[in-house]
């Protein structure tokens, strides 16, 4: 049975890649679980939650650092988002979809969705050292520590 589900919830994830093509491909706009699943889900997993040390989670620690106004843009100029091949506005919806799937527990109360202009702004600055701005702006990765424990 839980083997039968396994490969059927494989086979669904495999409609999804091949509507969000077909979507694509006619000029729709994909939307942005599909965009995530076709752009950034192969480093950081479907789920969102990466692969330690080499990929990090996009789960929690993106909600917290919306915090700090430095920290917003950061999320559209890490490689992985400033160079997927899609446009401003599909980007900024995938960076608010994770933001809102991903991190609903940590966003702060008034937090006020990336707009697309901001995103538009921020990824023409692509970070070359994304590492070494998120250790000035907020911290080092650390893929021991559970997130509950660095509050
Ligand atoms: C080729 C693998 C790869 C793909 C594809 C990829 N990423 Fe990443 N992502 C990384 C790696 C590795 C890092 C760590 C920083 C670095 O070295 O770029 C990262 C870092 C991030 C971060 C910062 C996380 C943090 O805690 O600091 C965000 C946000 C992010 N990626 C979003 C995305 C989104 C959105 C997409 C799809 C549009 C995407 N990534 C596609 C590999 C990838």
Not at 40 to 68: F, I, K, R, Y
Not at 69 to 82: D, F, I, T
Not at 124 to 145: I, S, V
Request: glycine share 8%.
């Amino acid at each position: 049975m839980q083997a039968r589900r396994r490969i059927g919830s494989g086979l669904m994830s495999l409609l999804f890649l091949v509507l969000g093509l077909a979507l694509g491909s006619n000029g729709f706009a994909a939307s942005p679980r599909i965009n995530y699943l076709l752009y950034c889900s192969g480093c950081h997993l479907p789920g969102g939650q990466g692969n330690a040390p080499n990929v990090p989670t996009l789960h929690d620690e993106l909600g917290l650092m919306m915090t700090v106004p430095a920290m917003r843009g950061y999320l559209a100029r890490v490689p992985g988002s400033a160079q997927a091949p899609i446009d401003d506005v599909d980007l900024t919806a995938v960076l608010n979809w994770l933001l809102t799937e991903f991190n609903s527990e940590t966003l702060p109360e008034d937090f006020k969705p990336l707009s697309v202009d901001e995103v538009s702004a921020a990824r023409a600055r692509l970070l070359a050292d994304p590492n070494g701005y998120r250790e000035t702006h907020w911290k080092p990765y650390d893929f021991q520590t559970p997130l509950t424990e660095h509050q």
